[in-house]
């Protein structure tokens, strides 16, 4: 069984461009999670989409993050404009539905300089 | 609010020694806990999990934590550490809803 999928792995961008990740989840998981970690700390839930809608965005910084899962497969996770303070690795994650066990992808390395 | 906490930032074993990575939960109910670890440039992997039952729970690569109510706390253990099992750990709730909170990480060395 195929895992989690992101890309790219690694992006370093200037402060106020924009960055763009994606995510393939597990085939068949109805749920999908966009995590933000910043180095030293655990990973912290930006938004949880079930299927194609949004569950929770409550700490996902909507003046310059976004984020859109259609047709409720795959996901984009976009910054624009970028800060400093957002160079931290952005894990995606999947499960078959809510309560159960995570699936998580590799994530993505940004820089931010 | 509800949360774990990893009171260990880093530790350090002897290849062979026994490990245990303490964790501390707060949650009003009796919550859903984790145990992920996390090598390099890599994603995390579940290694155990706790719902409810037996509160002595097994996992992968010969890990298993205790549930301990009164206590409030979910140790990790494995009896004889490998120098693979280098890595970051990292102990994670829910009070019963879905949202998945982390402590803030164990990194744990081992020495050969």
């Known amino acids: 069984e195929a895992g989690v999928a992101q890309s790219p792995r690694y992006k370093i961008i200037e402060k106020r461009q924009s960055v763009a990740f994606w995510c393939n989840p597990i085939?068949?998981?109805?749920?999908l999670y966009w995590y933000q970690q910043i180095l030293g700390q655990g990973p912290k839930l930006l938004i949880q989409?079930?299927?194609?809608?949004?569950?929770?965005d409550s700490q996902l910084p909507k003046d310059r993050f976004s984020a859109e899962r259609l047709k409720g497969v795959d996901s984009t996770l976009k910054i624009q404009p970028a800060k400093l303070e957002d160079s931290a690795v952005y894990l995606c994650?999947?499960?078959?539905?809510?309560?159960?066990?995570?699936?998580f992808g590799p994530g993505t390395r940004l820089t931010v300089l | 609010a509800q949360s774990v906490t990893q009171p260990d930032i880093h530790i350090t074993v002897s290849e062979g020694a026994s490990l245990e990575l303490r964790c501390n939960y707060s949650?009003?109910?009796?919550?859903?806990l984790f145990w992920y670890v996390q090598s390099p440039g890599q994603g995390l992997q579940l290694l155990l999990k706790?719902?409810?039952?037996?509160?002595l729970v097994q996992g992968i690569k010969g890990f298993e934590a205790e549930f301990k109510r009164s206590q409030s706390s979910f140790n990790l253990r494995k009896p004889s550490v490998h120098w693979s099992d280098a890595a970051e750990y990292f102990c994670?709730?829910?009070?019963?809803?879905?949202?998945?909170?982390f402590g803030t990480g164990t990194q744990l060395k081992v020495e050969l």
């Open positions: 994650a999947s499960s078959l539905e809510v309560y159960n066990e995570q699936f």
């Open positions: 085939s068949g998981h109805a749920t």
């Open positions: 989409f079930q299927n194609n809608g949004v569950v929770d």
């Open positions: 949650y009003g109910a009796t919550p859903y």
């Open positions: 706790y719902f409810s039952g037996d509160t």
């Open positions: 994670a709730g829910t009070g019963g809803g879905n949202k998945l909170t």
